[in-house]
Nanobody
Framework: EVQLQASGGGLVQPGGSLKLSCAAS????????IAWFRQAPGKEREAISC????????YYADSVKGRFTISRDNAKNTVYLQMNSLEPEDTAVYYC???????????????????WGQGTQVTVSS
């Protein structure tokens, strides 16, 4: 059974940092790309970052480029999202996801993802 467990969310002041983790099990982790999405209240779930199976390629939404960094440790079956310079607009539930389709093509398309973690809340507020 494929399982994704997101953690690391919390309350942080504007300008602060958080590091999210996504622990995976139930599949050959280093064969698949992993993506992070987020969903703010009243808004659609949006893709924010993706990392290829090897970790050599990374992708970011314009809204987080230069502030967020995605990485993975295939030995630990874990993907990370380092979030710096956080803004109130980053407040959302953050989800990690993967899919049966290999590769990172159309990484931003949430309809292509088959497996989702339970989400972790990030709140940016003073």
């Amino acid at each position: 059974e494929v399982q994704l467990q997101a953690s690391g969310g919390g309350l942080v002041q504007p300008g602060g940092s958080l590091k999210l983790s996504c622990a995976a099990s139930g599949f050959t982790f280093d064969d698949y790309a992993i993506a992070w999405f987020r969903q703010a209240p009243g808004k659609e779930r949006e893709a924010i970052s993706c990392i290829s199976s090897s970790g050599e390629s990374t992708y970011y939404a314009d809204s987080v480029k230069g502030r967020f960094t995605i990485s993975r440790d295939n030995a630990k079956n874990t993907v990370y999202l380092q979030m710096n310079s956080l803004e109130p607009e980053d407040t959302a539930v953050y989800y990690c996801a993967t899919r049966r389709l290999r590769g990172s093509v159309n990484w931003w398309d949430r309809s292509l993802y088959d497996y989702w973690g339970q989400g972790t809340q990030v709140t940016v507020s003073s």
